[in-house]
């Protein structure tokens, strides 16, 4: 069977036609997640008898005329930050290592409404701070173009088992570039919608202001299929916007005559010659679409890599100053005294990006440099902004 090549749309008219069922599919999805996750080391916890009772209530609402959307029944895998209820929820680090989430991110609860069939847990550079999936508790996570390469970060594992054709989609979360990368490094597609689009309720916290929920699949096509079910306003998440749409595929043969597309052409002054060809080839289809093409020079631009390093940092050492071996996460067993416990389960648990993320972002905001590092990368921010 040749499934696993069919593009998630195409998946859903099958199943709405009944060509194949939600199990046949499932049970296809799982045995290629048996051959090719070994290589691939993207998987923390498979799910499969989740999937498998997913699958067959798929069929179950399908007989009755009851499917609930176009993703109902199609396999899926959720990057490892999205709290999901009864199943293992690790953010990557060894300090969630044995933690089981009391109940379902947002989007994981919309997703599910949806008809989602949930394969499992996929891997992620600890606690989202990195860019090559090399930074997980778990291990590194292979390119499946190219083993030995990396499939990007944080949400590598993610765009690693869409390209591989494991799942037809996954979700996945950005912060400084943890969708956009991997996709473009894999050779997909990933969305990191506009901020407060989708709820960030259940996600674990790495820079909340920075944070955002999104998806991988092979096409822009399928992902608005995806949005469909993932969009919603949560009033538990107060970063969500009231006025989130919740229709996504209505626009996507709409004419492009009127759309502005600008190109920040100090981003391509020292590009590899043939990236900035397919560049202003992709430029040239969207001016050919009726698409207009705007020279832009983004201001202080230079200056967002740090930015991004010392706002990002300072929120994650807040963040996760709740990881104390006191209520959940790892607890020393050497400790003999409460600091003690503080300090050893912290220092054990955490690895060496994590405890450098914290540092930075406890010295941007201790007292006396607060205004000198944390301030200004604030001005900076609305500055690039």
């Known amino acids: 069977?040749?499934?696993?090549?069919?593009?998630?749309?195409?998946?859903?008219?099958?199943?709405?036609?009944?060509?194949?069922?939600?199990?046949e599919l499932c049970e296809h999805?799982?045995?290629?997640?048996?051959?090719?996750?070994?290589?691939?080391?993207?998987?923390?916890?498979?799910?499969?008898?989740?999937?498998?009772?997913?699958?067959?209530a798929s069929d179950a609402r399908r007989s009755k005329g009851e499917a609930r959307s176009p993703l109902d029944g199609i396999p899926m895998a959720h990057k490892d930050i999205f709290c999901t209820q009864g199943v293992r929820t690790t953010a990557g680090s060894k300090m969630l290592?044995?933690?089981?989430?009391?109940?379902?991110?947002?989007?994981?609860?919309?997703l599910a409404a949806a008809g989602a069939v949930m394969t499992g847990k996929v891997s992620m550079d600890e606690f989202a701070m990195g860019s090559s999936n090399e930074r997980s508790a778990f291990g590194a996570v292979k390119n499946p173009w190219q083993h030995e390469h990396v499939p990007g970060g944080s949400s590598g594992a993610s765009a690693a088992v869409v390209a591989a054709r494991l799942v037809p989609y996954a979700t996945g979360s950005d912060t400084g570039g943890s969708i956009r990368q991997p996709a473009a490094w894999c050779g997909i597609t990933g969305i990191k919608p506009t901020y407060g689009t989708l709820s960030r309720w259940g996600m674990i916290a790495y820079a909340s202001s920075l944070d955002q929920a999104g998806a991988f699949a092979a096409s822009a096509e399928d992902l608005a299929l995806i949005l469909n079910g993932m969009a919603g306003h949560d009033p538990r998440d107060s970063t969500s916007s009231a006025q989130t749409r919740t229709t996504f595929d209505d626009e996507l043969n709409q004419p492009l005559a009127g759309i502005r597309i600008g190109l920040p052409r100090n981003y391509f002054r020292d590009l590899n010659p043939a990236m900035a060809d397919t560049i202003h080839a992709a430029a040239a289809t969207y001016e050919n679409l009726g698409a207009t093409l705007v020279d832009i020079d983004l201001a202080y631009s230079d200056a967002a890599i740090a930015t991004y390093y010392i706002i990002?940092?300072?929120?994650?050492?807040?963040?996760?100053?709740?990881?104390?071996?006191?209520?959940?996460?790892?607890?020393?067993?050497?400790?003999?005294?409460?600091?003690?416990?503080?300090?050893?389960?912290?220092?054990?648990?955490?690895?060496?990006?994590?405890?450098?993320?914290?540092?930075?972002?406890?010295?941007?905001?201790?007292a006396g440099y607060y205004d000198a590092y944390y301030e200004q990368a604030r001005r900076a921010r609305h500055a690039i902004l």
């Not at 069977?1 to 199990?23: C, G, N, Q, Y």
């Not at 999805?29 to 067959?56: C, F, G, K, M, V």
């Not at 290592?97 to 919309?110: K, L, R």
Request: net charge positive; aromatic share 6%; no cysteine.
């Open 1 to 23: 069977m040749t499934m696993h090549h069919d593009s998630l749309k195409t998946l859903a008219a099958r199943l709405a036609a009944r060509e194949i069922s939600a199990r």
């Open 29 to 56: 999805t799982l045995a290629r997640i048996a051959q090719h996750n070994p290589a691939l080391n993207a998987y923390i916890t498979e799910t499969s008898d989740h999937a498998r009772a997913a699958a067959d």
């Open 97 to 110: 290592e044995h933690f089981i989430p009391s109940y379902d991110a947002g989007i994981v609860e919309n």
């Open 312 to 366: 990002a940092s300072a929120e994650a050492s807040s963040n996760l100053s709740r990881y104390d071996g006191a209520r959940y996460g790892h607890r020393s067993a050497q400790a003999k005294t409460l600091q003690d416990m503080y300090r050893k389960s912290r220092s054990e648990a955490f690895g060496d990006e994590v405890k450098r993320r914290i540092l930075i972002g406890t010295y941007a905001l201790s």
